[in-house]
């Protein structure tokens, strides 16, 4: 198993740049997620999927898009990068959306800078 | 709504010494409490749980209770070792809201 993998580890974006980034996962789960974590603010919920074809926003959603066209894989789009968005993000799944119970496993995440 | 609250670091200390970090939360209810650990360079792991009042989560020698009367989840480690630096997260879950809520993380250095 690979658990969760992320492209790319690095990435530099123009502000008004447009990029994907990719999160996939090879468990069968059906509950994924992106976070986004800044120095001094732990990690914040952008968008999160409990199945193929549902996804849903998160606490930080704005800038951001998904979806989820299969189970195992769960990209995130910034649709016109701004320099707020510099930041770590990280995919996470597990194999229900019963975040309280079901062990959560991270991605090595993707280093963002927006110049 | 939901929160999580854990001591600033950095922390800094010598192999073998006792470490405590401390976690309090505000919630609803009966949340699920957590500790992730983030190595250099790496995406964040469970490194122990607890789902109920009084429960102790435990692993790698690390230990937390679950106090309900002080809404508290204090990280505690006998005996740090160099590999235990790393960034300390203290999470809860509250029902069925799909996510994680996550304190600020604390940073901890163990020199030799």
């Known amino acids: 198993n690979a658990g969760v993998t992320q492209t790319p580890k690095f990435q530099v974006l123009k502000t008004g740049q447009s990029m994907t980034l990719q999160c996939a996962q090879d468990?069968?789960?059906?509950?994924m997620s992106w976070y986004r974590q800044d120095p001094g603010m732990g990690l914040r919920l952008i968008h999160y999927?409990?199945?193929?074809?549902?996804?849903d926003q998160g606490e930080v959603p704005n800038g951001y898009n998904v979806s989820r066209s299969t189970t195992e894989d769960f990209p995130l789009r910034l649709l016109s990068a701004a320099p707020s968005q510099t930041s770590v993000y990280f995919c996470?799944?597990?194999?229900?959306?019963?975040?309280?119970?079901?062990?959560?496993?991270f991605g090595p995440g993707t280093r963002l800078t927006v110049l | 709504g939901n929160s999580v609250t854990q001591m600033e670091g950095p922390v800094t200390l010598s192999e073998e010494a006792f470490l405590t970090i401390n976690c309090t939360y505000t919630?609803?209810?009966?949340?699920?409490l957590f500790w992730y650990v983030q190595y250099p360079g790496e995406g964040l792991q469970l490194l122990l749980k607890?789902?109920?009042?009084?429960d102790k989560g435990s692993n790698k020698g690390f230990e937390a209770t679950y106090r309900k009367e002080t809404t508290s989840f204090h990280l505690e480690k006998g005996s740090v070792q160099v590999s235990d630096s790393a960034v300390y997260f203290c999470?809860?879950?509250?029902?069925?809201?799909?996510?994680?809520?996550f304190g600020k993380g604390t940073l901890l250095t163990v020199n030799p």
């Open positions: 996470a799944s597990s194999k229900s959306g019963r975040v309280g119970t079901d062990t959560q496993y």
């Open positions: 468990m069968n789960h059906e509950y």
């Open positions: 999927s409990v199945g193929a074809g549902i996804t």
């Open positions: 919630a609803t209810g009966y949340p699920s």
């Open positions: 607890a789902t109920k009042a009084d």
């Open positions: 999470a809860l879950s509250r029902g069925s809201n799909y996510k994680l809520t």
